[in-house]
């Protein structure tokens, strides 16, 4: 396992008119599928955004593979190898699902924006190499048939996967999925965890997942972190975090007899 690409958030608080979203966070998510678990309001999502730069923090830091992330812009920060997706898709619906998912590659284009504008031959031949990338992914995620329909025309399950396809199109260290599951049918389910097992190699990308779908999680995560009122109560196995008495009083709403 790849050691030297984690995580890292290093003694993180959001505070928002008093109220602590994180609480001293401290926390290292390493190679492969990480699930992220809590009730609402933990504040999970919170939390990826402060990764990607959308929140600063009150205090402490965030890194990846040892470079500071914290003050960064969203943009910098998505050059270092941050992708993220979104509880609502955020497609461009007249598009199609190819170009929504192409979208991913613009910080790899190495021809420059004005070779780009004139079609220069450098800009072809990337465009050509990205757009068969971004179709064997949409393959191994069961959307290829689709490539050219609009987005929009798609249900929202299928939307949801392409937003996962877009994300992974950029070629990220780090992936952060935020409830990709929530609201999809069994059938998209599948073809989501397909699709994720099939396109991650987990000893070179950290992929941190928010998901209340406990057999999802325990399906495609060999790690569970559990966070609750900005602090984290809880890691190991899917299996260990959620025999912990503290985890299943605070998260399942169960009380283990005294």
């Given at each position: 396992?790849?050691?030297e690409l984690?995580l890292?958030?290093?003694?993180?608080?959001v505070?928002?008119g008093?109220?602590?979203?994180?609480d001293?966070?401290?926390t290292?998510f390493e190679?492969?599928?990480t699930?992220?678990?809590?009730?609402?309001?933990?504040?999970k999502?919170?939390?990826?955004n402060?990764?990607?730069?959308?929140?600063?923090?009150?205090?402490?830091?965030?890194?990846?593979?040892?470079?500071?992330?914290?003050?960064?812009?969203t943009?910098?920060?998505?050059r270092?190898?941050?992708?993220?997706?979104?509880q609502?898709p955020?497609?461009?619906?007249?598009?199609?699902?190819l170009?929504?998912?192409?979208?991913g590659?613009h910080?790899?284009?190495?021809?420059?924006?004005?070779r780009?504008?004139?079609?220069?031959?450098?800009?072809?031949r990337?465009?050509r190499?990205?757009q068969?990338?971004a179709l064997?992914?949409?393959d191994l995620?069961?959307?290829?048939d689709?490539a050219h329909?609009?987005?929009?025309?798609?249900p929202l399950g299928?939307?949801?996967?392409?937003?996962v396809?877009?994300?992974?199109v950029s070629?990220?260290?780090?992936?952060?999925?935020?409830?990709?599951?929530?609201g999809l049918?069994a059938?998209?389910?599948d073809?989501?965890?397909a699709g994720?097992?099939s396109a991650?190699?987990?000893?070179e990308?950290v992929?941190?997942?928010?998901?209340?779908d406990?057999?999802l999680v325990?399906?495609?995560?060999p790690?569970?972190s559990?966070?609750?009122f900005?602090?984290?109560?809880?890691?190991?196995t899917?299996?260990?975090?959620l025999?912990?008495?503290?985890v299943?009083?605070a998260?399942?709403g169960?009380?283990d007899a005294?």
């Open positions: 396992m790849n050691g984690a890292t958030l290093d003694d993180v608080s505070s928002f008093g109220n602590h979203v994180l001293g966070l401290s290292r190679v492969g599928f699930g992220l678990m809590g009730p609402n309001g933990a504040g999502t919170t939390l990826l402060v990764i990607c730069g959308f929140l600063n923090p009150n205090s402490g830091q965030v890194t990846l593979a040892g470079e500071r992330l914290s003050g960064l812009s943009t910098r920060i998505a270092r190898g941050v992708a993220r997706t979104f609502s955020r497609l461009i619906e007249d598009l199609t699902v170009q929504n998912a192409m979208l590659f910080q790899h284009y190495t021809a420059g924006h004005i780009e504008l004139f079609g220069s031959r450098k800009a072809r990337d465009e190499e990205f068969q990338q064997h992914l949409l995620f069961g959307l290829s689709f329909r609009e987005a929009g025309s798609l299928s939307q949801k996967i392409v937003e396809v877009r994300a992974l070629r990220p260290r780090a992936l952060l999925l935020d409830e990709p599951a929530a049918g059938k998209d389910v073809a989501m965890l994720l097992n991650v190699d987990v000893s990308v992929v941190v997942i928010i998901e209340h406990i057999e325990t399906r495609l995560c790690r569970a559990v966070l609750h900005g602090r984290m109560i809880a890691e190991g899917p299996a260990s975090v025999a912990d008495p503290v299943r009083d998260y399942l169960v009380e005294a």
